[in-house]
């Protein structure tokens, strides 16, 4: 069963700390690594975990860590026949962990030069889902590359899955706003459900059957779809372990489980159970 996914890859540079440094202030890192990451690819990674066949659609730079993005794709059985080489710098993404959060800095790279649609159309004929990250609808080639999918996928009647990200709502918040319609599942964090819509009841901004997923980190996740909420309490760990990324395998393992069950309750089980998989991992 094919995920076709549009999106980010990038390289991850991760470095956990005691707390955040006031401005001008030195902190020691507690530890520090280099992974590949990206919505896209992590998402990508957790679907094939499950058994399922994730379909990258991206790009990364002429350089050695683009060539280590393919062989990575390669060492865990993801394709990359449709993972395009830009003259760019591969994206990178520096992230400082603490044991309560994580914020990130972002250089984009040969994200933006994503382009040639149609490559996939024959993809997006044969999948059982899409899943676009928002960043994706930012900028550069890759914003148009990913609203010609997003309008074919409608065309075709696809279930669409939209992963929202904090800087794509700074950079593109009208244009992220517009498009939430579109898709039949909406995922994104409590920071960026309140950086869109303040207080407004969750249950108010979704109609139908459009659904919206929000995780809390720790705190769980709340799903609400048909006038209707599902809450969950994940189990994951109490300790200081790296959360990047954790949403995004959160994320993952819901899209398998709807593909696997159909059934919501059973996809938040299975998508907290990956999600703490993820963070036990590093």
Known sequence: ?????????????????????????????????????GAAF???????RHGLTPVLFASVGEDLFGRSVLCKCREIGISTDFI????????????????RDRTMFTIRGANKELSEPEKVYDILKECEMLYISSYAFIE?????TAYDILSRAKLLKKFAVLSVSFLSIIKNREGIAEILDAF???????????????????????YGKKALLVTKGRGGADYYSNGERVGLQPDLTSSSRCLTGAGDAFLGGFMAGLVLYSDVRKAL??????????????
Not at 87 to 97: A, H, K
Not at 140 to 144: S, V, Y
Request: proline share 4%; hydrophobic share 40%; aromatic share 6%.
């Open 140 to 144: 550069g080639k890759q914003k148009a």
């Open 84 to 99: 395009q080489l830009k003259s760019p710098i591969t994206g990178m993404v520096f992230s400082l962990n603490t044991q």
């Open 269 to 282: 089980q299975l998508a907290t159970g990956s999600a703490r998989d993820w963070i036990m991992q590093e």
């Open 1 to 37: 069963m094919k995920i076709l996914l549009v999106g980010d890859i990038n390289v991850d540079i991760l470095g956990e700390l005691p707390r955040f440094p006031f401005e001008g202030e030195e902190v020691e890192l507690e530890d520090s690594g280099v992974r590949i990451g």
């Open 184 to 206: 039949d599942l909406v995922s994104m964090n409590n920071l960026e459900y309140m950086e869109l819509f303040g207080h407004k009841n969750p249950l108010q901004v979704v």
């Open 42 to 48: 992590n998402t990508a990674v957790v679907l094939r």
